[in-house]
């Protein structure tokens, strides 16, 4: 397929400011930097600590297993070892060549079934063996598989023979691999990494200021196209990117804390409770923007004697794919559920800048019964300090793809009580990168105070 591919260096017509130029602005003489730190280790005086914390901390992993808690300390800190025992120059190999080389490995191999097939079983197969099965050159196979071992994701046993890890077998299940094809798009397209590659350039042409804009984000940049992110993958030229996007949402969030669970948030005393179940029109849970209804059935399977109507909305490319439940797809253009008990939206803000949420809630905030209908908003609240990697790398990716963010608590106060006139009454984490409930109202004339000054708020430390 044809795909129009911009030089960096092209003029944008798009209506982006007109950048200036970077290189002509005057810079402080650098200092000069001993070149030979290139060679040592990034921090070697850090290696004893971390070896100390990484033998407490992995008597604990493994002396309680389901404490996952623990295990991702360990983590943490065998993470830190590596980062500290690495040279810049190694840190910088790895990074730029192999574990790039190795995703291109591993999207081959998700494309091609090569996983699947090792991953069927835990016997060793021959490079022979699996190239039989998937029509691979055998020489070439072998050379991206024995890369692919280099970086531990398959173990080496014996010259051209291969055994799977459980991350190679679980390659084989579509709704974890189906990100590596959804990230280098179907054909010469480029996918998600096309956006990647084109960032740089694209926040010089921006001023290297804070992207805003959904009409001229960095996805329209470039694919020199006026579809936004999501416009893009639902096009039939870019299919099947709209399927994968959907199934890799649903598997971003699997084996994570889940809103339902019993220590997040408090579902039958916030919701259950109180909640007019004599009105059998009455809806109890307006998952909005909730793609093929993956949160409605983690509800349906904590509470299934739960009364009330349980609804799904999003856009027509989406719920198309859903084939059973109560279905709506004009949530952006209005709300026609009203008074709901919750009307509940996960990862649907951080989809928008801050000017195009505030349509959204306006439109969810004029459906709501006072006193009565609560807000949940299932999303990162990125602390000041110490913020989760898997919290942060979603906060570039947003504004890399759609022009937005991941907020912080001042920016969630500021967002829905400031400029969208909500009361925030509770704030429920779970820590470790995992999105919190932001448990909205609509404010009386008693609790109309900003959350940093009222003491409204049940939240542990973010």
Known sequence: MPVSVQSPTRARTAGHRTRKSISSVSAEPKAAVDQSIIHRPNDLSSVPSLLSAILTQGIAAVSSPSDDAARLDLLSSARALVLALESPRETMIRQCWADMACFTALSIGVDTGVWAYLGRDDGP???REIAEHTGFEEAYLGRLLKHVAAMG??????KDEYRPTNFCKALGIDRLGVAYPLFTGPGNTGGVLRCVASFPSYLKSINLTTPTSITNSNTQ???DTPKNFFELCHDPAYAP???QFNTHMGSYAFGRPTWVDEDF??????????FDAEDETAALLVDIGGSIGHDLQKFRDAFPEAKGRLVLQDLEPVVSQVKEGELDENFLTQQPVKGARAYYMHSVLHDWPDKACLPILEKVKATMKPGYSRLLINENVIPDVGANWESTCLDVMMSCLVSSKERTKAEWTQLLERDAGLKITGIYPVGNGVESIIECELPTEESDVPAEEGESLTEESL
């Not at 994701?153 to 014996?158: D, F, L, S």
């Open 125 to 127: 197969k021959t490079v």
């Open 153 to 158: 994701h398959i173990i080496e046993v014996g």
């Open 221 to 223: 940049f470039a694919f």
């Open 241 to 243: 990117m709209g399927a």
């Open 265 to 274: 948030y408090p579902v039958e005393e916030r919701l259950l409770e109180g």
